[in-house]
């Protein structure tokens, strides 16, 4: 049986919709092709038409008239995500929304709502699900050699300055809303999507000059779950890495680009019991609590074909997991009901901050 190759149109030539999704959709042409671009920008339709070999058009509402296509990106600035996808959704189109897919559970629902009673696709470009780092780290914690999970930090800071429309509120910008969903996602996937978590969460405007928050820290908390500690900062001068683990047998830590581990085994351990009295030494002086364990280690680093980024290489597993999933029904691996629990997330963050979100969200 051929292969069945889907016909894209991408909603969006910025950022997004050209230096992700085009450039990634362009190198594997054998199960997507670049039908069609909509941009309100000419010079970016030109470059598409140039680029892609496609058809371009000023807006989304011609494009999709004019074309016959099996999926359609939206790219759209953010705040336009979830209209657009409903509109597309209820046109009977396959959707791919780029992330915040939504500003609030209830519109999570109305799209979810939609594509059930289209019976079409709603997926969303959450890739961070498919860091390699981010692979390495399930697979160890799954192994069990770390124990039982205390604590996971996520650490995304610099120090920048940033003025673009995505520092605005009315565009969904904010560093939660923009950079949030992706280690928010990882988070969630780590403590568990089957109940919502506890949230504290402390915001702030710091570098932007925006309305909308560029340092966030949010902390999740559950009975028999770890404690999830997330930190978006642009007011970072000395960064850390960006993941650190704690397990009652060891822990991991570091990048994108590297981790290190380190557990020790309980049956290698001395045996110990607890001691009411006070500890001495040999020379019977006072002493604290003191013994050797056998520390095993172990590293990971990342390896990517020669020609690849890994950022473009976990673009290409979303797009090969949806492509399966249209094609084929296999599991949509990303869905919008996990991205729901983000949505939650985020509204209960915004609404623990009043002094930079001040109109409840509806």
């Given at each position: 049986?051929?292969?069945?190759?889907?016909?894209?149109?991408?909603?969006?030539?910025?950022?997004?919709?050209?230096?992700?999704?085009?450039?990634?959709?362009?190198?594997?042409?054998?199960?997507?092709?670049?039908?069609?671009?909509?941009?309100?920008?000419?010079?970016?339709?030109?470059l598409?038409?140039?680029?892609?070999?496609?058809?371009?058009?000023?807006?989304?509402?011609?494009?999709?008239?004019?074309?016959?296509?099996?999926?359609?990106?939206?790219?759209?600035?953010?705040?336009?995500?979830?209209?657009?996808?409903?509109?597309?959704?209820?046109?009977?189109?396959?959707?791919?929304?780029?992330?915040?897919?939504?500003?609030?559970?209830?519109?999570?629902?109305?799209l979810i709502?939609?594509?059930?009673?289209?019976?079409?696709?709603l997926?969303?470009?959450?890739?961070?699900?498919?860091?390699?780092?981010?692979?390495?780290?399930?697979?160890?914690?799954?192994?069990?050699?770390?124990?039982?999970?205390?604590?996971?930090?996520?650490?995304?800071?610099?120090?920048?300055?940033?003025?673009?429309?995505?520092?605005?509120?009315?565009?969904?910008?904010?560093?939660?809303?923009?950079?949030?969903?992706?280690?928010?996602?990882?988070?969630?996937?780590?403590?568990?999507?089957?109940?919502?978590?506890?949230?504290?969460?402390?915001?702030?405007?710091?570098?932007?000059?925006?309305?909308?928050?560029?340092?966030?820290?949010?902390?999740?908390?559950?009975?028999?779950?770890?404690?999830?500690?997330?930190?978006?900062?642009?007011?970072?001068?000395?960064?850390?890495?960006?993941?650190?683990?704690?397990?009652?047998?060891?822990?991991?830590?570091?990048?994108?680009q590297?981790?290190?581990?380190?557990y020790?085994?309980?049956?290698?351990?001395?045996?110990?019991?607890?001691?009411?009295e006070?500890?001495?030494?040999?020379?019977?002086?006072?002493?604290y609590?003191?013994?050797?364990?056998?520390?095993?280690?172990?590293?990971?680093?990342?390896?990517?074909?020669?020609?690849?980024?890994?950022?473009?290489?976990?673009?290409?597993?979303?797009?090969?997991?949806?492509?399966?999933?249209?094609?084929?029904?296999?599991?949509?691996?990303?869905?919008?009901?996990?991205?729901?629990?983000?949505?939650?997330?985020?509204?209960?963050?915004?609404?623990?901050?009043?002094?930079?979100?001040a109109?409840?969200?509806?």
């Amino acid at each position: 049986m051929s292969q069945k190759t889907l016909k894209v149109g991408i909603i969006g030539q910025g950022r997004s919709g050209r230096d992700i999704h085009g450039n990634l959709l362009a190198k594997i042409p054998e199960y997507f092709t670049i039908a069609a671009v909509a941009d309100s920008i000419v010079e970016r339709q030109e470059l598409a038409k140039k680029e892609y070999g496609c058809s371009a058009y000023a807006g989304w509402e011609e494009m999709v008239a004019q074309e016959e296509l099996d999926l359609i990106v939206n790219a759209s600035p953010s705040h336009m995500h979830y209209p657009i996808s409903l509109e597309l959704l209820n046109r009977g189109y396959h959707v791919l929304c780029e992330k915040p897919l939504a500003k609030t559970a209830e519109e999570v629902d109305r799209l979810i709502q939609a594509s059930e009673r289209s019976g079409k696709v709603l997926a969303v470009f959450q890739q961070s699900r498919y860091q390699h780092a981010f692979v390495q780290i399930r697979k160890i914690i799954e192994s069990g050699v770390l124990g039982r999970i205390v604590q996971v930090n996520f650490t995304l800071n610099g120090f920048a300055r940033r003025w673009d429309w995505q520092t605005l509120q009315s565009n969904n910008g904010g560093s939660l809303m923009n950079t949030g969903p992706h280690p928010l996602d990882q988070a969630l996937q780590l403590f568990g999507t089957d109940i919502m978590p506890q949230i504290t969460c402390i915001m702030d405007r710091t570098n932007t000059f925006g309305d909308a928050e560029d340092y966030v820290k949010l902390i999740l908390r559950g009975e028999g779950r770890p404690t999830i500690d997330l930190e978006i900062s642009s007011t970072c001068a000395y960064g850390r890495e960006q993941f650190n683990i704690q397990g009652t047998n060891g822990g991991i830590r570091g990048t994108g680009q590297e981790l290190e581990w380190k557990y020790y085994k309980p049956e290698e351990a001395p045996v110990q019991q607890l001691t009411r009295e006070p500890l001495f030494n040999s020379n019977g002086l006072p002493a604290y609590c003191h013994e050797t364990l056998t520390w095993h280690t172990d590293n990971w680093a990342l390896s990517v074909p020669e020609g690849r980024s890994s950022f473009e290489d976990m673009t290409e597993q979303l797009y090969m997991m949806l492509y399966r999933h249209i094609n084929e029904g296999a599991e949509l691996e990303i869905t919008p009901q996990q991205v729901r629990q983000q949505m939650m997330v985020m509204e209960e963050c915004r609404r623990q901050n009043p002094h930079i979100y001040a109109v409840p969200v509806n």
